[in-house]
């Protein structure tokens, strides 16, 4: 066996040029030395671990590493030095198998920056992270590496290790990788005495499976447009494949209750309430039953009226927020305000002032309950004129 074969500065290393160009954050860290806590997520054997290698030999700093999976908290404690002029990179991969108490420890650490924290996940940092942890470091995504850039990486090591291999051998180790480095190397280490097409086909035939990175975005992606758009067979279809694949039904149901509220809204308020039953019930369940209720939750969201005036009405009034001056709140509202007129008084509604200026934020559609909704406001806000 062999391993990969780890690029030593960012000269050599292969791939996520997007993270790694004149201007890109990274760089600048390198060349300022000024390093902040970081987090890279992405799937697997796409370079995680060999860039923070790299960055720790760029700054010579010392590279502390530990996997999630069998972290002992007093060890960690023991690796950090509280010598200022000695700084150190601790790596965690595997991040996202830390739950909410481990990571609360690294808190304190990170906020004094006794190190720098570097994590690693192939899961995404909005559900993996606590918002804590999230706050103190920068996030960077990391891309399947490409076609391309598994050949040189590829051919780099058929130099090395001096290996005979056709063509048509290369294109299948490249092709039945998924992006993967790691996963690529390993085939040709356990076949390097035969690398023939016919040998590395029976070794690793491409299956119908999924890869890590097609289940946490592709899939995941494919799963929620579809019932966006409302077509209930592809919708099942993905689902499907998600449960196939392993992902687990608590991911799954969380995606749709973000659905819920984002795509189907007001238009059909209940969807909301089945996507939180269905995520409450798989945390208690689990498969195989689970699928059940997935399957149930996945149907009345694809067949409910779509809508996604909630999500346009907050994006809208936090961009304003953010963007122009605070408005002051009108007197007649304010806590305890005398003047004040209380709706119930007036049969439900009274007309009075609520907000500074007036500005429209929410733009209401006229599809399913949703239509009710604005027919109720306009025909009280009308009831007095």
Known sequence: MFALNRPSNLNEFIGQRHLLGANAPIVKMIENNTLIHMFFFGPPGCGKTSLARILSKELGVSFIEFNATSLKIEDLRKSITKD??????????????LNKAQQEVLLPFMENFDAIFIGASTQNPYFALTGAIRSRSMIFEFYPLSKDELKE??????????????KEAKDYIISSSNGDARAMLNLLSISRDNLSLESLKKIKPISEGVSEESVHYDLISALIKSIRGSDENASIYYLARLINAGESAEFIARRLVILASEDIGNANPNALNIAT???????????PESRIILSQCVLYLVASPKSNTAYKAINKAIEYVEKNKTMRVPENIKHFNKNYKYPHDFGGFVKQKYLEEEYNFVQ???????????EWLEKIKNINK
């Open 84 to 97: 200022s002029l000695l700084k150190q990179i601790i790596f965690i991969d595997e991040f996202h198998r």
């Open 153 to 166: 990486i590829l051919e780099l090591n058929i130099r090395k290790y001096e290996l005979h291999i056709d």
């Open 277 to 287: 039953s269905t995520m409450q019930s798989v945390s208690k369940i689990g498969y």
């Open 364 to 374: 209401w559609s006229n599809i399913g309950f949703e239509k009710t909704l604005q």
